[in-house]
């Protein structure tokens, strides 16, 4: 006898077997000698057969009975049936309601017109029913899993820094504030100043998978508050372009090692996955600028602009990752902890790296000295005072280093083709949104 929870997919193996399974009772026909009841769990739907004369009368009428949704256990004997989608049918000799769902549903699970994401975002335990919803988050857990591994292969210890701060780390506009016991203090936006204070603190290459947290104004497709950050810090590197390697090297990585878990376990995802061409395509910004027609501009690119780009790019390399690098020091006028090029203080060493127009990371090298450090915080208008604690990392011997920030979800998003960013979140976090 198989434990519920047993995978309907093993179902095909077990002919002949008595069996119990349990799930939720996708749907009920009636036709006649025979009914049918489909239930769904977590590896997919198992029928169960009824017919009269055979079947116990009760069954039937507690199943008629029933709505849709509710969770059942079943225990019979598992039949071939070449009618049936899984090449099997189970014969029930018993049958147990667990728990019945009310009537009417607010959101069908198999029905086949869509349902507006906000409608599915507020019944979401019952979108995530949907098999194609959940393999979106099978992707993500395996994704996550093989980044992780892919951190550690590379040397990486894994930290958790501080979520809940005195001082932001950069500007204060998309700062959530919170009462810290009558004290003001503010969610993390962003792991920067502890991972580059734990360089300082000689543990040379560390990464961080923690939520970050932003009071994003706009409501866009790729924005949320509350997201998932992806974050390297590594020490000793000068060269912008031997971090642009660690990082394309672990997601490239990631990819491929998900691209073959998924294949194996059957996902609808898994051809979404491409095998990336290695190196990735790296374009200077001023191309891009060029390519806009509007070099020199002084100010980032805009969405379009990232959409035009990000379809000149992929046109011209084949690539749907590839870099923006060597982004201009206007540009970056906030991001106080930019390295400036030395030779060209209007260049810093820092980059992005897109997806098709999207913007998946954020990196370079950053400024490990003490004087031009305080010289970017002062022009960006901040006062290093309210820096002391990170400033001190600098007092006492910091090593050169670089690192990056990589939007968990907006990989996802990418890499599971979701229009909305939203969809790559269990239970998304907006403007508009603070439950479910
Ligand atoms: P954008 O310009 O798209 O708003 P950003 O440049 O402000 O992003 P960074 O500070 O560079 O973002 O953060 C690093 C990464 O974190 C981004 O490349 C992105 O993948 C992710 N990220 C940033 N803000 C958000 C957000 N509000 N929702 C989801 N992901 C985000
Ligand atoms: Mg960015």
Redesign the pocket.
């Known amino acids: 006898m198989l434990p519920p929870r047993r995978l309907s997919r093993e179902l095909a193996e077990r002919a002949g077997e008595s069996v119990r399974i349990a799930g939720h009772l996708e749907e009920y026909r009636a036709l006649g000698g025979v009914a049918f009841a489909l239930v769904r769990d977590g590896s997919g739907t198992t029928q169960v057969t009824l017919k009269k004369g055979t079947t116990e009368p009760a069954m039937f009428t507690v199943l008629e009975g029933l709505a849709r949704e509710s969770v059942v256990e079943v225990e019979g004997t598992v039949l071939r049936s070449e009618k049936s989608r899984r090449g099997v049918e189970l014969v029930p000799s018993r049958l147990e309601v667990l728990s019945a769902a009310e009537v009417p549903l607010p959101l069908g699970v198999v029905d086949k017109v869509p349902a507006e994401l906000n409608t599915r975002l507020d019944h979401r335990v019952l979108d995530l029913r949907k098999p194609a919803v959940r393999a979106v988050f099978e992707l993500r857990a395996e994704l996550l899993a093989q980044l992780r591994a892919a951190f550690v292969r590379r040397g990486f210890l894994e930290v958790e820094t501080p979520k809940l701060l005195r001082q932001g780390a950069e500007g204060g506009a ?1 700062l959530f504030s919170v009462d810290y016991f009558g004290t003001p203090a503010f969610l993390a ?2 792991p920067q100043l502890y991972k580059q204070m734990l360089i300082g603190a000689g543990l040379e290459r560390v990464f961080e998978i923690a939520p ?1 947290f ?1 009071a ?1 104004p706009s409501d866009t497709v ?4 509350e ?1 998932t ?1 992806l974050d390297a810090e590594v020490g000793y590197v000068t060269d912008p372009d031997e971090i642009r390697g660690l990082l394309e090297g672990i997601v490239a990585d990631a990819v491929d090692a998900s691209r073959e878990a998924l294949t194996a376990s059957g996902s609808p995802l898994a051809g979404g996955l491409p095998k990336l061409p290695r190196p990735f395509p790296r374009i200077p910004f001023a191309t891009a600028e060029g390519w806009l027609g509007r070099p020199g501009a002084g100010r ?1 690119l805009s969405t379009e602009e990232e959409k035009a780009v990000g379809e000149r790019a992929v046109r011209e390399y084949g690539s749907p990752f590839y870099f923006l690098t060597d982004y201009p020091t206007v540009v970056k006028a906030q991001t106080f902890y930019a390295w400036r090029r030395d030779d060209d203080p209007a260049t810093t060493g820092y980059f ?2 897109d997806y098709r127009g999207l ?4 990196g370079g090298r950053r400024e490990h000295r003490l004087e031009p450090l305080l010289a970017n915080l002062r022009a960006a208008g901040l006062d290093p005072a309210r820096f002391g604690s990170y400033l001190e990392a600098f007092r006492f011997g910091m090593p050169p280093h670089g690192g ?4 968990l ?3 996802v998003q990418a890499l599971a083709g979701l229009p909305n ?1 939203r969809e790559s979140r269990l239970f998304p976090r907006d403007r508009y949104r603070l439950e479910p």
Do not use: K, N, Y
């Open positions: 998309t936006q962003s970050a932003r994003e790729r924005h949320i508050t997201f950050s980032d992005d790296l913007e998946i990371a954020s990056w920030g990589l939007g979800d907006r990989l960013i």
